[in-house]
């Protein structure tokens, strides 16, 4: 390595050991010490349970003793060249451990092979006690493959063989270059390294990304509402309301002309409105999860009324998004007004959250009132917070291999349209932030009556329009059992699609791409097993189903395409465009002014 080479790098070290201590410090706050105290109480029943059952860690130390004896005669077996079979391979999908010298070297391939057989052991250990409560056993499983895949030899330089190799013929230029990039993460990170997916500057909204024309009819302090100019002459009588997450930005339905679920629905002849939600700041900290039902999805209505002059629409709702259409729907039956939904369409929406997936590990008393006690200080919560919590529940795929090509490979992420969908973070609003934890998560107030918006109590029996409920079978946010046992709180006509894959590739699903396919049945089922068991797979996308559904329920003739007025400004609008991690320094200043 060039002497010149050493100045960035010192440089590099120091900016790198300031955000660690300011991180540190972060760690102190009421949040990770609930999380810490936590786990310790979850180990701790462990460890009671381990002391009246000794013989099964006995056993579990017998096996694991056992399986490193095997490897060792296969270590020394493989040093001497002769044939043996691996006492432990990875996972297909396990792409950690691809390079040739984790299976053609000895020294890697033991290291290796004890890793994947250590942690193993450690997993299955988790679940080998009896008399572990379910949910403290989760939270010790997740925490404990948190920890299992940090430690993984391919994340430390030293025992890398990949790395070693890169770094000798570089002359330790990646390390330079990944210093550099690890710098740059940590200045635009919250309390935990936010490590970027993809070249964020690779892309523009409304040049590369949420490029489908339209207007915006409509700006209020909490979102702006989109109309998209129609491209057939006629359209359905009935228009489309699309509600988006609000923790998430909208444009994951309208990212390229080729995957656009708006095109696609603007090119089967329906006027499409879309709610597109403001990324909230410090001074909207007191917005809550009522506002955006009432303020939000309500009013959004009442525009679509003054645009179209129709009083009902075809709603769909995304994740979120939907639970907040279903209280919408809620809230005007339990107010005897009439419905303003005649078709609801809602994708991954949980509406009983008792099955809240891998998010479950945070849904405990403690770290729920510690969070409340943080959202309340700051106001908000931080969106890059969000993200990385996000990305831990898939770490090997959204963090660790990322950790690697960029700090220790010293690579630049390449320009991928989704994962630049997936770093756009979007901030929650402090109170909107402690309602979904407590009122629907944690007190599942929806499915025990007990939820009010507004004041006014809602039960979904009440609302007698038909819905469509679409979720995903590998789906970990949105568990489909969950969602689908979240579907029989509706009084009316209901139908269930599963789709293949998982919470976005199973809902952005376009019928040209022929990549998923689907299940689907209308018998009726007592548990998502049996409707599983009863129902029909189908191949290529399940879009033409849901504008089956809509149509068939839309019994007006066509009418001629509604242009959108003039508006505000042309789609994707204002709000969509604020960012939380500005690539240059221009966009951080208009951040600044926005949020």
């Known amino acids: 390595m060039s002497q ?10 120091a900016h790198y050991n300031d955000k660690l201590l300011a991180m540190a410090r972060a760690q102190t706050e009421r949040t990770a010490q609930a999380l810490l105290q936590t786990s310790l109480d979850d180990l701790g029943q462990v460890l009671e349970q381990g002391s009246q059952q000794p013989w099964q860690l006995i056993q579990s130390q017998m096996n694991w003793w056992q399986d490193q004896l095997k490897l060792m005669q296969h270590t020394l077996l493989k040093s001497a060249g002769q044939p043996s079979e691996p006492v432990i391979t990875p996972d297909r999908s396990d792409r950690r451990f691809k390079a040739d010298a984790w299976s053609e070297q000895p020294l890697y391939d033991y290291l290796k092979q004890s890793y994947l057989l250590t942690a193993r052991h450690l997993l299955a250990a988790v679940d080998t006690l009896e008399g572990v409560p379910e949910k403290s056993r989760e939270r010790l499983r997740f925490f404990t493959r948190q920890y299992v895949n940090a430690m993984a030899p391919s994340n430390f330089l030293a025992t890398n063989p990949e790395l070693l190799k890169l770094t000798l013929e570089s002359d330790g230029q990646n390390l330079v270059r990944g210093l550099a990039l690890l710098a740059e993460d940590l200045e635009r990170s919250a309390d935990h390294l936010n490590i970027r997916l993809t070249d964020e500057s690779a892309f523009e909204l409304g040049r590369d990304l949420a490029t489908t024309p339209g207007r915006v009819v409509l700006r209020t302090e909490l979102f702006e509402l989109i109309q998209y100019s129609p491209t057939t002459a006629t359209v359905g009588k009935t228009p489309v309301l699309v509600v988006p997450p609000f923790i998430n930005k909208y444009y994951i339905m309208d990212m390229r002309p080729q995957n656009s679920l708006v095109a696609w629905l603007v090119a089967q002849g329906q006027t499409v409105f879309m709610i597109s939600w403001r990324n909230p700041g410090v001074a909207q900290g007191q917005v809550d999860l009522d506002d955006y039902v009432v303020d939000g999805v309500i009013a959004a209505l009442d525009a679509v009324e003054a645009a179209t002059g129709e009083r009902e629409v075809h709603g769909i709702g995304y994740c979120i998004g939907g639970t907040a259409l279903s209280l919408a729907m809620g809230w005007l039956a339990a107010r005897r007004q009439k419905q303003r939904v005649r078709s609801a369409t809602l994708f991954t929406t949980l509406l009983d ?15 729920i009132a510690a969070l409340e006690a943080q959202n309340e ?57 402690n309602s979904l934890l407590r009122r629907l998560y944690l007190e599942n107030q929806l499915v025990k009556g007990e939820l009010k918006i507004r004041h006014t109590r809602i039960d979904l029996a009440k609302v007698k329009t038909p819905v469509l409920l679409v979720s995903a079978a590998d789906d970990h946010i949105a568990l489909w059992q969950g969602t689908w046992q979240g579907m029989a709180l509706f009084g009316g006509e209901r139908r269930f699609i599963l789709a293949e894959s998982g919470h976005i590739a199973g809902i952005i699903n376009p019928p040209d791409a022929n990549k998923y396919g689907f299940w689907q049945s209308e018998a009726e089922a007592d548990s998502p097993a049996q409707w599983l068991a009863g129902a029909t797979h189908q191949s290529g996308s399940w879009w033409p189903e849901m504008m089956r559904f809509i149509k068939d329920r839309d019994e007006a003739e066509p009418v001629p395409a509604r242009q959108p007025v003039e508006g505000l400004e042309a789609a994707p609008g204002s709000y969509v465009k604020v960012r939380l991690n500005p690539v240059f320094a221009g966009v951080r200043k208009q951040e600044e002014e926005l949020v």
């Open 353 to 367: 959250f008792s099955q809240p997936g891998e998010l479950g590990i945070f849904i405990h008393e403690p770290i």
């Open 4 to 13: 010149s080479s050493y100045g960035p790098l010192f440089e590099a070290l």
């Open 377 to 433: 200080a700051r106001g908000i919560m931080d969106g890059r917070q969000l993200a990385v919590s996000f990305s831990l529940l898939r770490e090997n795929s959204l963090y660790w291999n990322y950790y690697i090509d960029s700090y220790l490979k010293g690579q630049s992420p390449v320009a991928f349209d989704l994962l630049h969908w997936n770093s756009d973070s979007t901030n929650v609003a402090g109170k909107t932030h």
